[in-house]
């Protein structure tokens, strides 16, 4: 079976551009997770998407945005880049929170980096 | 809101036992994880403990919780090389439903 899957693995865009992020959950997981690991910084909580909605979100400007499709796949995207937003992007999945099971598994990350 | 501490280092001997320590302060999150995360690579889930056990064994790896004490640890016995890696402590549920991560504890082992 698939593990979480992410796109692109690496990204160098330049300040000011926009980027997608994408990531495909494991089969029958419906929530997704969005993380960003900055250098020393350890994991900071972007957006949480389940059965299509955003449940919650971490203390990210708006620029900042993602999106659940009906198939459970997500994109984070990042308008405006800054250079500080050069980052591992990591995306993380698990059955719906009201399930019992719910341990969250990780993609691979995204590696953006912002010149 | 949430608030996951763990040291930032910690440094063994091949051989030795690690244990990892992580304090938390959300006394309703209901599912505590711990994260293996290798140079260059994603998170890899190692292992997870429900609240109402206060401690799961499976191989080398002991997590023992202290729920009056918000506090998680992870033993990891007859530490090897190929242990050396960052170790996230994650929290689920209580107010916010995400996992919260604490910053990571960089174990080190020495040959």
């Known amino acids: 079976e698939a593990g979480v899957t992410q796109s692109p693995t690496h990204l160098i865009k330049t300040r000011g551009q926009q980027v997608t992020l994408r990531c495909s959950p494991i089969s029958g997981h419906t929530s997704v997770y969005w993380y960003q690991q900055a250098l020393g910084l350890g994991l900071q909580f972007l957006l949480w998407y389940d059965e299509g909605e955003e449940r919650n979100r971490g203390n990210f400007p708006p620029r900042f945005s993602g999106r659940q499709f009906p198939n459970y796949s997500s994109e984070l995207n990042v308008n405006a880049l800054e250079l500080e937003d050069s980052a591992l992007y990591l995306c993380a999945s698990s059955l719906s929170w009201d399930r019992p099971n719910t341990e969250a598994f990780f993609g691979q990350g995204t590696r953006l980096t912002v010149v | 809101g949430e608030d996951v501490e763990q040291s930032l280092f910690l440094s063994v001997r091949e051989g030795d036992s690690s244990v990892i320590n992580c304090t938390y302060t959300?006394?309703?999150?209901?599912?505590l994880y711990w994260y293996k995360q290798e140079p260059g690579a994603g998170l890899q889930l190692l292992t997870y403990?429900?609240?109402?056990?206060d401690m799961k064994q499976d191989q080398r790896l002991t997590v023992l919780l202290n729920k009056k004490d918000k506090h998680l640890s992870l033993r990891i016995a007859d530490t090897q090389t190929g242990d050396s890696a960052i170790y996230f402590c994650a929290l689920r549920g209580g107010s916010q439903g995400n996992l919260i991560f604490g910053k990571g504890t960089k174990l080190s082992v020495k040959p």
């Open positions: 403990i429900f609240s109402n056990m």
């Open positions: 959300d006394s309703s999150s209901t599912y």
